[in-house]
């Protein structure tokens, strides 16, 4: 049985490992950083491990080319595999709830979304329209959904937990060149494949971080809420759950290196979210605030980079990254993409040895 070695720990790592490792392949997951809990994780030392730091949730984007068609299969894919893991093991950090959308200068694919094609063409369970006296002010369209929310402290250790319990293996390691990996010695023997799920890309130039700062907050709230304004900033909230508080955000932040929090923004996300929707504020009309959080979401122009590449003559990576913002929300879909590329190369592999086999017969 080949030895597949995944690269990262994050939701996409975690999620395609345990994948694999469902179709009996052998599977070793290295990474620098893994899932802790976030009463105890260091904000500065793991900014770059983006998966603690999400909402993170599912939310309903109307694709309108072949690419954002790929990715809305992903989310459906991964809704529905959200929906059965939640009924097998309701530890795991996973949310059903509903999901609300405000748009103040709605696009022409919002526009014409009808609830029939919500529901039958894209999939979309308990859609509905919003009236006009249903939105808040300012805001020209709105809709809700049933969808998700996971606490991400508790989803990314429940799969972890999983992994090594079905037998997988961890290895806490810093990689500079997914190529290295090849030249170590691991208790399962050497790494036939690794797959790529380390977000960054390794030099890929069309690899960027988009900053994020949002605030955690201890209100609780029945929905998660998105609301685009008009000048392109986005006012939401994410539901964790699992006494995990409530994301309040959120900035989206191209090439931002900065790590510190703003106490200004802050001000302004609690603000714009408490107008938008007033009803997380409960009696005393307040927030209770826990935390500043700053991400950096490892964003690709061009999107996802989900393909094999040949390395050093007859080495194989799968690549599994650039996810930006969407990597929960799109996870299982691109763990299924990962199988589909191992399976090609391993079936190509095989017939190729095989080949190599029959000319030194004859």
């Known amino acids: 049985m080949p030895h597949i070695v995944v690269l990262g720990a994050g939701v996409i790592g975690l999620s395609t490992a345990l994948n694999l490792q469902s179709s009996n392949h052998t599977v070793t997951i290295v990474a620098r950083d893994f899932p802790s809990g976030s009463e105890t994780i260091d904000a500065q030392s793991q ?73 039958t063409e894209l999939g979309m369970r308990g859609f509905r329209l919003l009236g006009k006296g249903e939105l808040p002010e300012g805001v020209e369209w709105g809709c809700e959904y049933e969808t998700w929310c996971v606490n991400p402290m508790v989803y990314c250790a429940f799969l972890l937990r999983r992994f090594v ?34 977000g960054i890309g390794f030099g890929d130039e069309k690899v960027f971080i988009t900053r994020g700062q949002t605030c955690l907050v201890a209100n609780t ?68 605030v826990m935390k500043d959080i700053v991400g950096r979401r490892p964003t690709r122009k061009g999107g996802i980079r989900l393909e ?23 996870s299982w879909g691109v763990a299924d993409g990962v199988a589909r590329l191992l399976a090609e190369h391993l079936e190509s592999s095989t017939s190729w040895y095989n080949a190599q086999a029959g000319e030194a017969k004859l």
């Open 165 to 198: 319990i079905l037998g997988g293996k961890v290895l806490r390691r810093e990689v500079r060149d997914p190529r290295e990996i090849f030249a170590w010695g691991f208790e399962a023997g050497a790494a036939d494949v690794v797959v790529n799920a380390s």
């Open 221 to 288: 709230c029945p929905a998660t809420v998105t609301r685009q304004n008009a000048d392109g900033s986005w006012t939401f909230c994410v539901p964790r759950n699992f006494d995990g508080g409530t994301i309040i955000g959120g900035t989206k932040e191209p090439n931002n290196w900065d790590p510190n929090p703003s106490p200004e923004v802050r001000e302004t996300l609690l603000r714009k979210f408490a107008a938008t929707y007033p009803q997380i504020l409960g009696r005393d009309g307040k927030f209770t």
């Open 47 to 119: 900014i770059n491990y983006t998966s603690p730091w999400g909402g993170a949730h599912n939310r309903l984007v109307p694709p309108t080319n072949a690419s954002e068609e790929r990715e809305h299969a992903m989310s459906l894919r991964t809704f529905d595999h959200m929906r059965a893991v939640q009924a097998r093991h309701p530890e795991a950090g996973i949310t059903f709830m509903k999901g609300i959308e405000y748009l103040e200068a709605p696009g022409d694919a919002y526009r014409a979304l009808s609830e029939e094609r919500a529901k």
């Open 308 to 330: 094999k590449e040949s390395v050093d003559g007859n080495k194989t990576i799968i690549h599994a990254y650039g996810l930006g913002g969407r990597g929960y929300e799109l």
